[in-house]
Structure formats: C-alpha cells, structure tokens
C-alpha cells in the first residue's frame, strides 16, 4: 500500500479497572490472559480497539482486571483507501500497530492505578499484539440515505 494512513488519537479510556488482592508477593508467578476487539463507526471515521487483561496468580484467582479502549480517528481520505465495494478493510500491519498503541497506554495506566496497593511494581509483561491479529478486518460501510 503506497497510500499513508492518517489517523489521530482522540480517546484513551481505562473503562474497567479492579485489584482482587489484599496481598501479592512478586515473585508468585503469575500467568495473564489477553482479550482484543475492533470497532468502526463509519459515521465518523473512528477505528476501537479494546485491549482487555486478567491477570491471575498460580492457582488461578485473578489478582487484576483492565481494559483499555482508544479511538483512532482516521482521516477520511485515508478511510477511501481502504474502501472497497462498499467495505473499509484495515490491513494486519495498521490493525497491530494501532492494537500495540492501545496496549501500551493500558500499561501506563496500570502503572498509574497501582502504586498505591500490593501490585505496586508489578510489570505487565510484553504483549505481542500481532500474535491477536492474524488478518485483515473489514467493516461493512453504511449506506446514507
């Protein structure tokens, strides 16, 4: 695609966070489960991405839940490019990269809204976002009447 992609940021929203833990030692191994989905509101250009995480101790009750949504706006013009009989198609390299945005700023938000409880410290592991997106996603545009 020869085409740029033009988008810009315009939310970023911790829209669930919970600790579940009174006590957590840092080095109990943890294990996290990772959950992501994509939306897009043709009506004003805006691509969602949800980045969603649980994190669980060794016997698996769940010390920590977060979920991040950003809205990227793309440029209209943008949106023609990936428009295609009648469906904007976002290809797997746009999708993780706005995927690993979102990733990235439920990290610093985690970082935020723990330093006051025992996960104080905690690292969130690295998230290979690709690894959630295998292939394109198109989104069936409306037809304005």
Known sequence: MADQIYYRIIKAELTQFATLTDSFDSKTNTVQSNEMSMTFDPSCSVLGCTFSIILRDVNNDPLMKASMFCGFE???????VLTHEGQVTFPVNILTHLASLTYSSLRGAVSVKVEDTPLRGFVLPFCNVSEHIKSAVSFKLEDNV
């Open 74 to 80: 793309i440029k209209k013009e943008s949106v023609e």
